[in-house]
């Protein structure tokens, strides 16, 4: 019987606190990195995967995600999560609300959580794992359960819904949130419940409170303002929702979270306004646990890029311009933001047709999780691969309570990896993609440095170009740290 069940040899891999490659081999066993070592060789292992000219980096964690947004669970868990492999990403955290889309009903989620868990098992080909956001006061009382007993110590609230008639489409807020009352009172009372459940579970992993920070009330005047204007319609489109109601919404949250003392998470920074505004909280709230993602098209794409081409980019918060890139990946290089996701969602083109008000939002993106970070964060922009696995897979990781499980390469820790070519350049195509989604914003881009090989739990389930397994992902009950770690006997 060999000592590994695979051995990855001859890559030059990530390794946490080295700011060097190291040129060591990783030895596997059921699932789970067994050892990192320089002198492992080939034949202790059944199977050899030579990672040669490659760097090895911990599979992405792409932590936020929206499966099931537009199209049944069951197709999206399937579909999307094998375009993450494409970009190295071997785990996902996915929203899921009731109200409009999903699964266009409301309830309560210890009845609706299980149906969620159940359309997407056996499908996907990352390991995933949800995020829920309570809409309705009964909700409430259950994050308790969610965070004790059903895996979820992450929550959503998404300031802009509040009262908010969805510009042009017949939806007003309460058909569409399906709620009582979604207002600040009840982004309160959650916080102050996830709080408690904080106090109570915490010291297992990190329960948090996710923010989309837009204000309703300045989207409302702006896009009557806009209306008036003969602009391009993804200029108009940010124009409506300027980087000013990012900028009260997250003020609007750091007084809230500050006085409930809960851990936030300010999600998909579009704007240089908005890292400013992450900056201002940070100070005057320095005892607060906030962290700050931004999303990998509001550091690749501007609307000026993407003029003439449609709405397919049309997305909330929205593409804005090369000064809010830059200010992005400043924030990015000077730890402003903790890490960097897709908010994939995949829309069809049927879904964006004509009219820039009723055209519904998102896109897919997370095939690029990696290539995008190696190749503006990387090639253009001298970030350390070090830094681009903390951004995408051990940050992540760590604030929603999966590392040391995922997010690192080191003994004990699930063997999910990239195998990267940092050469190779490709010019972005829907084809390449592997995503159901038939358009993408990104088409033409020319990006450097692709995932050859993904890794789940050992297995190569992605090869240059080919998904080469069955969807083996598993449902990631969190905090993972404790519970599966114990497990591990070496
Ligand atoms: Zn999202």
């Not at 397919?312 to 311009?321: E, L, M």
């Amino acid at each position: 019987m060999s000592r590994y069940d695979t051995v990855v040899t001859n890559g030059r891999v990530v390794l946490p606190g080295l700011s060097n490659l190291a040129e060591v081999a990783i030895g596997i066993r059921e699932g789970r990195i067994a050892a990192v070592a320089e002198d492992i060789t080939a034949s202790e292992a059944d199977e050899v995967v030579d990672a040669r000219g490659l760097a090895v980096l911990p599979g992405g964690v792409d932590s936020h995600f929206h499966i099931g947004i537009y199209r049944p669970i069951e197709q999206d868990a399937a579909s999307e999560t094998e375009s993450s492999l494409v970009g190295g990403a071997t785990s996902i955290i996915s929203y899921f609300r009731t109200g409009s889309h999903y699964l266009n009903k409301t309830g309560s989620y210890r009845e609706i959580l299980p149906e969620v868990l159940g359309k997407a098992d056996g499908r996907a080909h990352t390991d995933y794992g949800f995020h829920i956001a309570p809409m309705t006061t009964a909700q409430l009382d259950e994050i308790d359960w969610m965070v004790g007993e059903a895996g979820v110590p992450s929550f959503k609230y998404y300031m802009f819904y509040k009262g908010l008639n969805l510009a042009a489409s017949s939806t007003d807020a309460a058909a569409y949130t399906m709620s009582d009352s979604y207002d600040l009172g009840h982004l309160f009372a959650m916080m102050e419940t996830i709080a408690e459940a904080d106090a109570k579970y915490g010291a297992r992993g990190r329960v948090s409170l996710s923010l989309h920070c837009e204000s309703a009330e300045l989207i409302k005047l702006f896009i009557e303002r806009v209306k008036n204007l003969s602009l391009p319609p993804l200029e108009a489109y940010s124009r409506a929702r300027p980087a000013l109601s990012e900028r009260l919404s997250i003020h609007e949250a750091g007084v809230l979270a500050s006085e409930a003392r809960v851990r936030i998470n300010l999600l998909h920074l579009s704007s240089a306004d908005s890292v400013r505004a992450v900056r201002e909280i940070r100070r005057l709230y320095p005892d607060l646990d906030i962290r700050a993602e931004t999303t990998l098209h509001h550091l690749c794409l501007t609307y000026d890029m993407l003029e003439g081409q449609g709405l397919g980019g049309k997305v909330n918060p929205p593409i804005r311009t090369r000064h809010d890139v830059d200010a992005l990946w400043d924030a990015v290089a000077d730890g402003t933001i903790q890490w960097i996701a897709s908010d994939h969602a995949c829309c069809l083109e049927e879904l964006k047709q004509d009219d820039l008000w009723p055209a519904q939002p998102g896109f897919g993106g997370t095939a690029l999780l990696y290539p995008v970070l190696i190749s503006e964060g990387y090639h253009k922009r001298g970030l350390s691969l070090e830094r681009i696995a903390q951004l995408v897979s051990s940050n992540p990781a760590s604030a929603y309570a999966l590392y040391p499980v995922k997010g690192v390469i080191a003994v004990g820790s699930d063997a999910d990896l990239a195998l990267i070519d940092l050469e190779r350049e490709q010019v972005v195509s829907r084809e390449l993609l592997h995503s159901a989604q038939d358009h993408t914003p990104f088409k033409g881009v020319s990006v450097r440095g692709w995932p050859s090989v993904s890794m789940l739990r050992g297995r190569v389930v992605y090869r240059d170009g080919e998904v080469v397994a069955a969807p083996s992902g598993a449902f990631l009950p969190r905090p993972l740290s404790g519970r599966r770690q114990a497990a591990v006997t070496l």
